[in-house]
């Protein structure tokens, strides 16, 4: 099956910092990938759609200078969260389709203190 | 955009009985159904899906039906057991392969 990763699996950072998480396809391609946001006890909210070789486009309301994506390979996306703030603590969680299918990472649960 | 609504937001049945989740979205192109279990702090699983041109599917207790023509799409779980208690969304994938996900619904399951 299709598998995908992300890292790290939770961090917990000081405010202001930047904290970067990396999600990868391991067993296929992937050519786009997304981003989610997780707020306890509420659904998944698409961030971000990632483009391999191209900008990143985002969902309204989403801060595309606070959360820079890189997509740099096939098989690699990363999300930044520039000057984090303690509202931004959450659970992100990256996906990688194949056909019509979203496969998931873990989820990285970050803490800004 | 794409909005794609979920009820109930809670459900407690007892073990053995039935749970039913419905949904309702918005966008007329989204033609892929899938539905995620989702336990505490763990990624998405998904359970069953249906595409736009087929009425139902099932796989063993678990089951989904689609009428387009509403834009309703249902979850049934049968013979529930408490293994089954977890959130559960339902999501809408149109264009782009972006996926829109319900508000959630927590079942639990009580032995």
């Known amino acids: 099956g299709a598998v995908v990763s992300q890292h790290p699996s939770r961090v917990i950072c000081k405010s202001g910092t930047s904290v970067k998480i990396e999600c990868r396809s391991l067993?296929?391609?992937?050519?786009?990938m997304f981003w989610y946001r997780q707020f306890p006890k509420q659904s998944l909210m698409l961030m971000a759609t990632?483009?391999?070789?191209?900008?990143?486009?985002?969902e309204q309301g989403v801060e595309k200078d606070k959360f820079l994506i890189n997509h740099a390979s096939l098989t690699l996306s990363t999300l930044t969260v520039t000057s984090a703030h303690p509202e931004d603590s959450s659970f992100y969680i990256c996906?990688?389709?194949?056909?019509?299918?979203?496969?998931f990472g873990p989820g990285t649960r970050l803490l800004v203190l | 955009g794409e909005n794609v609504e979920q009820h109930p937001s809670t459900l407690s049945v007892q073990e053995g009985d039935s749970a039913v989740i419905k949904c309702t979205y918005s966008?007329?192109?989204?033609?892929?159904f899938p539905w995620y279990k989702q336990e505490l702090g763990k990624r998405p699983q998904l359970i069953i899906d249906?595409?736009?041109?087929?009425g139902e599917k099932k796989d063993q207790r678990i089951a989904v039906t689609l009428n387009k023509t509403a834009k309703h799409f249902s979850l049934h779980i049968t013979e529930t057991q408490p293994e089954d208690s977890a959130v559960y969304f339902c999501?809408?994938?149109?264009?782009?392969?972006?996926?829109?996900f319900g508000t959630g619904t927590k079942l639990q399951v009580i032995p």
């Open positions: 996906s990688a389709p194949r056909e019509e299918t979203q496969y």
């Open positions: 067993d296929f391609q992937a050519t786009t």
């Open positions: 990632s483009n391999e070789g191209s900008k990143a486009t985002y």
């Open positions: 966008d007329s192109a989204s033609n892929y």
């Open positions: 249906i595409r736009s041109n087929v």
């Open positions: 999501a809408a994938t149109g264009g782009y392969q972006k996926v829109t």
